[in-house]
């Protein structure tokens, strides 16, 4: 889509509006106008890319972080939201997110719906953002509903902080390793090769012949190599956006050995947070849970929560439509139903929420603790296979030597 800077006159209030559009032409953008109640006196194409697009242009989580947070302090100021939104607009940092607020604005003086001009840009604010603020329209609660939504956000957003950061460190150690064994086996073998080619009938160990192998094919086909690993890169990055492509790594993330127990826990805290905010904000149960299966981010998880959406139409409670369900760790629905025969089902979802981020940490912890050794151990062996790779050789050497000198 391109963006258009337009001027346009507001027909109900006769008020001038200067805002950009996207549409994908003149005509487009024109009609859009027109349909939010605005006559055009001027359409511009804006040669610049839209905010909104692209790897540098993306909005941060923290600058929607900061957008829940000063509009929700501004309309329960008693700011009316438009003028609420043009401050927000103004204090902003982040030029697409000034963008898309300013194209937010001239659909809501137009007549739309805070949350259906919000629902036009969904790379920006996902379900849980636009049911939020739904629920907050409907039911005069909008600044208490943002102010939850900003919550949820932060949480979230520490929770998978702490997660990449637990990948942080055996990433580095591994690369560590690649550059060292690289190292070796284009340096260092080939010298022990020129040594041994010098002697007649001299034999090298097989872990030597087959490092040389490596290092011969490293060293005269690295484009090759390099190709390969393109090739491998953008077939698994294609592959992890099919649907078998998707639903192979998320089962891999449930079940694999040390980071299963990790994943597992975190998409039960993200769900029993995002639920809590929904049911806080007065969202129906249907809706939740529709909500948080795209919330959650895994395929096996989502159909788990829409089979159970379509058990609670069918009268069921949702700790029973989701009880006996491998892709929910036992204590959920556990917790679920207290909450439901207690009626605090929005408190029981918290602890839920609370209790399975303070496991997610527990966890990370655990993991440090086993990787660390692992790791050790992977180098160790490593290290060895080399070194044997290198001294074997020379041993044979100077038996050989030892054996001729003796005759």
């Known amino acids: 889509m391109l963006t258009y800077t337009y001027e346009a006159r507001n027909v109900s209030t006769g008020q001038k509006i200067r805002s950009t559009v996207q549409a994908d032409n003149e005509q487009v953008a024109a009609k859009l106008l027109i349909q939010q109640g605005l006559s055009p ?46 401050s927000v607009a103004d204090q902003t940092t982040s030029k697409p997110l000034k963008v898309v607020i300013n194209q937010v604005i001239t659909d809501v003086e137009a007549g ?46 520490d929770m998978l902080s702490k997660v990449r950061g637990a990948m942080i460190y055996p990433a580095i150690v591994l690369a560590v390793m690649v550059i060292v064994v690289g190292f070796m ?55 992890s956006k099919t649907n078998t492509g998707k639903s192979l790594i998320d089962k891999f993330k449930m079940k694999a050995w040390p980071f299963g127990q990790l994943f597992m826990k975190m998409y039960m805290a993200r769900f029993s947070r995002t639920a809590t905010t929904l049911v806080a904000s007065g969202v129906p149960l249907l809706q939740v849970l529709s909500i948080t299966s795209d919330a959650v981010d895994n395929v096996h998880i989502s159909k788990s929560l829409s089979l159970a959406a379509d058990k609670v139409k069918g009268g069921k409670s949702l700790s029973e439509a989701i009880s006996n369900d491998q892709n929910f760790l036992e204590l959920v629905p556990n917790m679920i139903k207290i909450g439901e025969q207690s009626g605090a089902l929005e408190t029981m979802l918290e602890k839920i929420a ?28 490593i290290a060895l296979t080399i070194v044997a790779a290198v001294l074997l050789p020379i041993y044979s050497l100077v038996g050989q030597s030892g054996f001729n000198s003796g005759i």
């Open 41 to 86: 006196i001027t359409i511009k194409l804006n040669k610049k890319k839209s905010g909104t697009s692209g790897l540098f242009n993306k909005v941060r989580s923290k600058d929607k972080v900061l957008f829940s947070r000063q509009l929700s302090t501004l309309i329960n100021a008693g700011l009316p939201l438009v003028q609420s939104l043009r």
């Open 112 to 157: 739309t719906a805070f949350s259906v001009a919000l629902a036009k840009h969904p790379n920006v604010f996902n379900a849980v953002f636009i049911s939020l603020v739904n629920a907050g329209e409907t039911s005069g609660t909008l600044d208490s509903g943002l102010e939850r939504l900003a919550d949820q956000q932060e949480k979230d957003a």
């Open 185 to 239: 086996v284009v340096k260092v073998l080939p010298q022990v090769q020129g040594i041994y080619a010098t002697i007649p009938g001299a034999t090298l160990p097989l872990v030597t012949v087959i490092l040389l192998d490596v290092s011969y094919f490293v060293i005269h086909y690295w484009w090759l190599a390099i190709i390969i690993l393109v090739v491998l890169a953008f077939a698994i990055r294609r592959g």
């Open 354 to 381: 609370s209790y399975y981020e303070k496991e997610v940490d527990n966890e990370i912890k655990a993991i440090s603790t086993i990787i660390e050794p692992v790791l050790m151990v992977i180098m160790g062996g």
